[in-house]
């Protein structure tokens, strides 16, 4: 098999050239004054130091916030790998130039007794094979979201990791969160848009690049309620039967 290095790491950083969100710091961020960017907080892309730091801390952080997973987008390489099903995609928004590659299938109907939206959930059982296709390059640069960042993004990133992908990225807040910060033509939404996410991170980004123990502590992170995914979303890997 191929050679790795430092067991669990990324064996080179992806190549911050052209990126695949179309962005390039050069051009996004006229207006830099004393290091920042006119509008833009120290901590937010299209920040060009922002930028520089987020770009050298990926892979090996492993899990992002939307600001670093649209830096890592946009100017560091990566692909945003959309692993909800594909009525999610279609009703609720996309990210331009995004891959869709379901974990779950889903199809979504209204009880009329009880009013309330039903979903029924059918994991794909092509999910690994369909990635190895659409990624044969295991040093891909991979950004993977869900609608949250956290059931299926965990259960994606531990399966990827299982089978030897390098350079993928979790974001936290997912789908949801970055479409309250950014529109479908991905421009930031405006200075109101509040905050109130609070993520941490210990270790080795909770292990993801080792064996993935401890990732499942991003449920515990403390999210903005709005953006949650509420929807009890089944084990992949039980499912089928790899567990």
């Not at 052209?18 to 006229?30: A, I, L, S």
């Not at 994606?156 to 807040?173: F, R």
């Amino acid at each position: 098999g191929r050679a790795r290095g430092n067991p669990g790491k990324p064996n080179r950083r992806p190549h911050h050239g052209r990126r695949p969100g179309g962005g390039d710091c050069r051009r996004d961020c006229r207006g830099r004054v004393g290091g920042n960017v006119m509008g833009v907080g120290p901590n937010m892309w299209p920040n060009p130091d922002f930028v520089e730091k987020t770009l050298e801390s990926f892979p090996e952080k492993a899990v992002a916030n939307v600001e670093e997973g649209r830096a890592l987008y946009s100017d560091g390489g990566y692909t945003y790998l959309d692993i909800r099903s594909k009525s999610e995609y279609d009703e609720d928004g996309k990210i331009p130039n995004s891959v869709l590659i379901p974990l779950i299938d889903t199809t979504r109907k209204w009880n009329l007794e009880t009013m309330e939206r039903i979903v029924t959930q059918t994991p794909n059982a092509d999910f690994l094979k369909m990635v190895q296709k659409a990624f044969p390059d295991k040093d891909t640069p991979l950004l993977i979201s869900c609608s949250d960042g956290r059931g299926r993004a965990i259960q994606a990133l531990m399966l990827l990791d299982e089978e030897g992908y390098t350079n993928i990225v979790g974001m936290k807040g997912g789908f949801n969160e970055w479409f309250e910060i950014f529109d479908n033509k991905l421009q930031r939404r405006g200075t109101s848009v509040k905050y109130t996410t609070v993520y941490q991170a210990d270790g080795d980004a909770m292990g993801l690049h080792s064996t993935g123990a401890g990732f499942t502590s991003v449920d515990q992170m403390d999210i903005s309620l709005a953006k949650l995914d509420r929807t009890e979303w089944v084990d992949w890997a039980e499912e089928m039967g790899k567990s």
